[in-house]
């Protein structure tokens, strides 16, 4: 099946530094979603991308949907101590329910 | 986007035993799934919750070990069966974002042990 391959895996930033982190596929994904879970609580929707070569912004966070459509990044700027968690994507296929998830990249934010 | 509970948020169970995890949504939805993190893992889908059908399971899940309800459009329920310690896991049901969408909104989760 469809597997993405999320990295990295972990980051240890310190606060005020800009983090990147990125999901590549094999297959093409028609949706490119980005989550992050903190401990003890369910995933939190932060940027959906919908079409090829979309960028989106909320706030600090900006993610980009590859023109490929097998790719997607998330840049987080300036962070801050509150942005520790796991950051998820996820792709999807456009046909509802079938998300395919990326292993996660845990960060670390040092005050 | 809904705002979805879920209960309980977390128990722990004897192995052999069953759980019955429900989901609650604030507003109707079309879609209805449930997740299961194992620790420290990524998300894998269970199945899909059909209102008024049975439930649409992905590859390694069968209904017997993971039966699922579906009554309404708001409201859905999970059981884990005969638990076993190797069903320790955070379990989340979520609900599509809306038509024509891949969008999903998850719940807070249930993270059961089982000894």
């Known amino acids: 099946g469809q597997q993405l391959n999320q990295s990295p895996q972990s980051m240890f930033i310190q606060e005020g530094e800009d983090v990147s982190m990125n999901c590549t596929s094999s297959?093409?994904?028609?949706?490119w979603l980005w989550y992050k879970q903190d401990p003890g609580e369910g995933p939190v929707l932060l940027i959906a991308?919908?079409?090829?070569?979309e960028l989106t912004s909320n706030g600090r966070l900006t993610a980009q949907f590859g023109i490929t459509r097998k790719d997607s990044f998330l840049n987080i700027s300036a962070s801050i101590p509150s942005d520790v968690g796991i950051y998820f994507c996820?792709?999807?296929?456009?046909?509802?329910?079938?998300?395919?998830f990326g292993k996660g990249t845990k960060l670390s934010v040092k005050p | 986007s809904a705002v979805i509970s879920q209960k309980p948020s977390r128990d722990i169970c004897q192995r052999g035993t069953s759980l019955t995890i429900q989901c609650q949504v604030d507003?109707?939805?079309?879609?209805m799934f449930w997740y299961r993190q194992q620790p420290g893992q990524s998300l894998t889908l269970i199945a899909t919750?059909?209102?008024?059908?049975?439930?649409?399971?992905e590859s390694g899940f069968v209904i017997d070990k993971f039966p699922i309800s579906r009554p309404n459009l708001t409201f859905s329920t999970l059981t884990v069966s005969n638990m076993s310690p190797e069903d320790s896991s955070i379990y989340l049901c979520?609900?599509?974002?809306?038509?024509?969408?891949?969008?999903?909104?998850f719940g807070p989760g249930t993270r059961l042990t089982v000894l």
């Open positions: 979520s609900v599509d974002g809306g038509p024509g969408t891949d969008t999903q909104y």
């Open positions: 297959s093409i994904f028609n949706t």
């Open positions: 991308l919908y079409k090829a070569g």
């Open positions: 996820a792709g999807g296929e456009g046909s509802q329910g079938n998300l395919i």
């Open positions: 507003s109707q939805v079309t879609m």
């Open positions: 919750a059909n209102q008024g059908s049975e439930a649409t399971y």
